[in-house]
């Protein structure tokens, strides 16, 4: 039954997504639309307000638990709930899983942002808190809005999307330059090339390869990074308490 009423979700949020993406429609549908923007806007910040300072681990869906990136991601997990810091993610299953699996065995938070998708996205179950979102720009948004740093393990075209909308933010002043941990030289070789041909054509500028951003294969190494970077240089902010006056004290429960 469960089975059944996430395909029926799934299909219906799919289908709202597309229909957006299509081009213009009525301004009454636009309109509605916003609305349902808006609401899930606010679904993320009332799961998410309380839950302190965070770290977002990027990754691959595609990692089995014995793959060495899966390891790396839940040393990773754990290391970071050492330092007091929530973990975050996508919410789903490989790396997601991984680096939420290290915070909840640490007895850290393990917090999630799960997109619903037709194939490989559901929630793990190693996390404290999570909220389901059917769009991706929502998604993201708040992935960064409550990071005091990155860590990219191996992935795909999300994971890239995901990088690259941090460091844009960064670049632009958009957001603090918090530290980008980019992990597994091997895998990244090729984009190291090519981030190198971008300062060699002038299309970026040596400036900005500043000393937040990391590439590396050590977990210690990344945890030293995000210390300097993140805890001694922005300071870690007391998590908000909840306010029965807003309906805060209770704590979603899985679906």
Known sequence: MADSNFKIKREKYLHSERRFLEGPRSRTRELTFSFKVLFEFIKGFRALHFVGPCVTVFGSARFKEDHEYYIKAREIGAGLSKMGFAVMTGGG?????????????????????????????????????????????????????????????????????????????????????????????????????????????????????????????????????IKKHSIKKFGLKKARKPKWIFGELFKPKKN
């Open 93 to 225: 299953p490989g790396i997601m899983e991984a680096a939420n699996r290290g915070a909840f065995e640490a007895n850290g938070k393990s917090i999630g942002c799960n997109i619903v998708l037709p194939h490989e996205q559901k929630e793990n179950p190693y996390l404290h808190t999570w909220v389901d979102f059917r769009y991706f720009f929502v998604r993201k948004t708040l992935l960064i809005k409550y990071s005091y740093a990155f860590v990219i393990m191996p992935g795909g075209w999300g994971t890239m999307d995901e990088m690259f909308e941090a460091l844009t933010l960064i670049q632009t002043g958009k957001i603090n330059e918090f530290p980008v941990v980019l992990f597994g030289k091997e895998y990244w070789k090729n984009l190291i090339e090519l981030i190198d041909d971008m300062v060699k054509f002038q299309t970026k500028s040596p400036a900005e390869l500043k000393d937040y951003f990391l590439i590396t294969d050590s977990v210690d190494e990344a945890m030293l990074h």
